[in-house]
């Protein structure tokens, strides 16, 4: 962990003229990821966490992989369970999941290399994973009350507009959206291409009418006046003539979710969130809803579906007995054909069909609360 005043951890590892410590087998490990095409953030997250691993190893006099065994392991993993952050908090089962994550990476790559006789993390048990939703989920007015917050008189403001529609529309990544480049919009097909998204996967997903003619005004009206030669043809420029960078994002989109003053908190993942509760609740298929996220598996979406809570909301209003007043109206009509206890076998069927969807999408809204907040980090 970072120390008082210390914004992260040393940015070596170990020492680097010992061939079997820490420093020169971390920096092999680090090279063989490369080489296998690992994406650059996936490296340096690695090494952003093992550096905490060396650093505490080092202060119990531990200086090569090979000195490391299970018990020590398990004795760094309760250190994680009772650490205590600057304001009194403890560290998230997920925040301690991702720290022994690259922990157990690195010494399964060491014993495969026969840098170490065996691998003591192969037997540790990770953290149960908590099954979280989303905090906050924007609703539709809430969400245009943020977009309208831009000033959209200025050709700064109609760069904001531009890129919370973007958000709102697409629910794209943050690092998705700062590498879009002009060419990857199609006005005509109403559609952007995003090249190596997560897991350097490339695809095409639709975007609305709405959000690319504020696009369109934005390259037309105010890019001009931020764009500076050699132009590279990144879509979103900032006020200093080039890309964004992913913190200055995320504090414009910051403020304006601020600014409208809802009582809710986020950025760019905030609209990530909303963008898939409320299709969700429109009734869109929850495989349409995964191929715009860019989850690779399905379950990686399902989180969503426990946040789009309208239509159990709409069952549970006629259905309860504890309610103001009774709903009126005829009973819903029969084709004639009734199962054993008398209800309409086509109406089993909707409800059949309405309980499978309901479950892929409570599994999609968990796997997306369980994703990482962009934001955060």
Not at 51 to 68: K, M, S, T
Not at 256 to 282: I, P, Q
Not at 323 to 337: H, I, M, V, Y
């Amino acid at each position: 962990m970072p120390r008082k005043g210390q914004k992260g951890p040393p940015k070596t590892i170990g020492d680097p003229t010992d061939p079997h410590g820490f420093g020169v087998l971390s920096s092999l490990f680090f090279e063989w990821m490369r080489v296998r095409n690992y994406s650059e953030r996936t490296v340096e997250n690695r090494q952003n966490y093992l550096r905490y691993f060396v650093l505490w190893c080092g202060e119990r006099g531990i200086v090569r992989p090979a000195e490391v065994s299970k018990a020590i392991l398990e004795r760094y993993q309760r250190w994680l369970y009772h650490y205590r952050k600057e304001n009194g908090q403890p560290l998230t089962f997920g925040s301690q999941f991702t720290h022994l994550v690259p922990v157990r990476a690195f010494f399964k790559w060491c014993a495969r290399q026969n840098h170490t006789l065996y691998n003591p993390a192969s037997e540790l048990d990770m953290p149960k994973m908590e099954k979280r939703l989303p905090k906050h989920v924007l609703t539709a007015s809430e969400a245009d009350r943020v977009l309208n917050q831009a000033n959209v008189a200025d050709p700064l403001g109609v760069r904001d507009r531009a890129i919370l529609e973007t958000f709102y529309s697409t629910g794209m990544r943050r690092m998705e959206l700062l590498s879009l480049k002009l060419y990857d919009l199609d006005i005509e097909r109403g559609t952007v291409m995003i090249r190596l998204g997560k897991g350097k996967k490339d695809r095409m997903i639709p975007i609305g009418s709405r959000a690319l003619a504020w696009i369109d005004k934005y390259v037309i009206e105010a890019r001009p006046t931020l764009v500076r030669e050699p132009d590279d043809g990144t879509l979103f420029l900032s006020n200093l003539n080039e890309a964004f960078t992913p913190n200055r994002l995320t504090q414009m989109v910051r403020e304006y979710v601020d600014a409208a003053s809802l009582g809710k908190r986020g950025a760019c993942h905030l609209f990530r969130h909303t963008m898939a509760t409320l299709m969700l609740e429109n009734g869109a298929d929850i495989r349409f809803i995964q191929q715009m996220l860019g989850h690779a598996e399905l379950s990686t979406t399902q989180i969503y579906t426990q946040v789009s809570i309208r239509k159990l909301k709409e069952i549970h209003s006629l259905t309860h007995p504890a309610r103001l007043e009774k709903p009126t109206g005829e009973a819903p009509p029969t084709n004639g054909t009734a199962t054993a206890n008398g209800e309409p076998k086509n109406q089993l069927l909707l409800g059949f069909a309405e309980q499978s969807r309901q479950q892929q999408a409570d599994a999609l809204l968990s796997t997306l609360a369980a994703e990482p907040d962009n934001d955060s980090q």
